[in-house]
């Protein structure tokens, strides 16, 4: 199975407001990269649209590492995903799941490939990070001005 690795950010010009999100895949010295854009949005959505895309992006199931700098998605895919599965899409405050149509994404895209999350600090000179941070505000710049 092939490891593929994937970056992710995303960015908001308020929150919410228009956002954008960048995603870089790397395989064996290559990559690709991927953004996107919304018009009215929250940066959690955009942060886990990077993930979302990147994953849909591959064509057959992969080993993924994803490394983004949202903790809202690093913990959120490795630590409460299956709780809220288990609740019915409720939080332990019994809460309905904030984004829960895009965790659903993340839960499926997650049973299709064999993913691990990391979390890196964001604006600490991580240059795949610090390149999907400009790529997702770039985005954003190009379509809202």
């Known amino acids: 199975m092939k490891t593929v690795y994937l970056y992710t950010d995303g960015a908001c010009r308020g929150n919410p407001g228009p956002g954008g999100w960048a995603a870089i895949l790397s395989f064996n010295g290559n990559e690709k990269i991927l953004t996107g854009y919304s018009q009215n949005t ?3 959505l955009m942060e886990m649209e990077g993930v979302i895309d990147g994953l849909n992006a591959l064509t057959e ?3 993924v590492e994803v490394f983004s700098d949202s903790q809202y998605v690093v913990s959120g895919a490795s630590k409460w995903l299956d709780g809220w599965i288990r609740r019915g899409w409720v939080t332990v405050k019994g809460e309905p799941v904030k984004n829960a149509e895009q965790w659903r994404l993340i839960q499926h895209l997650i049973g299709v490939h064999q993913v691990n999350f990391h979390w890196i600090r964001g604006h600490n000179g991580h240059e795949k990070n610090e390149r999907c941070d400009a790529l997702a505000r ?7 001005g």
């Open 42 to 44: 929250t940066n959690n």
């Open 61 to 63: 199931p992969c080993q």
């Open 138 to 144: 770039a985005e954003i710049q190009r379509q809202y």
